[in-house]
């Protein structure tokens, strides 16, 4: 059985109606392509890690990316889920000595990510605010201002992101109690 985002919704608890009415929203989101939207969509769901959500989501996506763009998403996503823990820690750790050495990180689908570089940049984004990494937060928001995206498409993002964990996570949660 495929699951839309509208049934996913539904599977939310009556506590969480406000994730309900957010989640239902973002195929409104002004501003972006549909590949930016849904590329955005995806990459957050596989950064959220829950499989109903990552399931839901991807069968929704896809039928508005490309087989490329779905590819770009997954990366954005796998690439962030390494970057973000590393640069993270570069950030946070008191020793700075750290951030002077190189990462020796294979990162190559950066420099050529199979779609738009800036659609690959507006997942790396919201990725890395799922994961909390300021240095990657600030990298790729610097980027796509630097391209001409607006703040407002900037802040649609990491909105989008948003919702899509919380979706996640409550979900998730409810699985949990109710084994």
Same mark, same amino acid.
């Given at each position: 059985?495929?699951?839309?985002? =509208?049934?996913? %919704?539904?599977?939310?608890?009556?506590?969480?109606?406000?994730?309900?009415?957010?989640?239902?929203?973002?195929?409104?989101?002004?501003?972006?392509?549909? @590949? @930016?939207?849904?590329?955005?969509?995806?990459?957050? !769901?596989?950064?959220?890690?829950?499989?109903?959500?990552?399931? !839901?989501? %991807?069968?929704?996506?896809? @039928?508005?990316?490309s087989p490329e763009a779905v590819q770009g998403a997954k990366a954005a996503a796998a690439i962030m889920s390494?970057?973000?823990?590393?640069?993270?820690?570069?950030?946070?750790?008191?020793?700075? =000595?750290?951030?002077?050495?190189?990462?020796?990180?294979?990162?190559?689908?950066?420099?050529?990510?199979?779609?738009?570089?800036?659609?690959?940049?507006?997942?790396?984004?919201?990725?890395?605010?799922?994961?909390?990494?300021?240095?990657?937060?600030?990298?790729?928001?610097?980027?796509?201002?630097?391209?001409? #995206?607006?703040?407002?498409?900037?802040?649609?993002? #990491?909105?989008?992101?948003?919702?899509?964990?919380?979706?996640?996570?409550?979900?998730?949660?409810? @699985?949990?109690? !109710?084994?």
């Amino acid at each position: 059985m495929t699951m839309s985002l =509208d049934h996913l %919704a539904e599977l939310l608890p009556d506590y969480a109606k406000d994730l309900r009415l957010n989640l239902t929203s973002i195929p409104t989101t002004a501003g972006f392509t549909p @590949q @930016q939207l849904w590329g955005t969509v995806l990459s957050a !769901a596989f950064a959220s890690r829950n499989p109903v959500v990552l399931r !839901a989501l %991807a069968v929704e996506a896809s @039928q508005y990316l490309s087989p490329e763009a779905v590819q770009g998403a997954k990366a954005a996503a796998a690439i962030m889920s390494m970057n973000n823990i590393y640069y993270r820690f570069v950030h946070l750790v008191s020793n700075k =000595d750290y951030g002077q050495l190189p990462a020796k990180l294979r990162m190559s689908i950066l420099a050529n990510p199979g779609v738009d570089k800036i659609d690959f940049e507006l997942w790396s984004l919201g990725v890395s605010a799922i994961n909390g990494c300021g240095m990657c937060i600030d990298a790729h928001e610097k980027k796509a201002l630097s391209e001409g #995206v607006g703040t407002e498409q900037v802040q649609n993002v #990491v909105r989008i992101a948003s919702i899509i964990h919380a979706v996640a996570v409550t979900l998730g949660a409810e @699985q949990d109690l !109710a084994a």
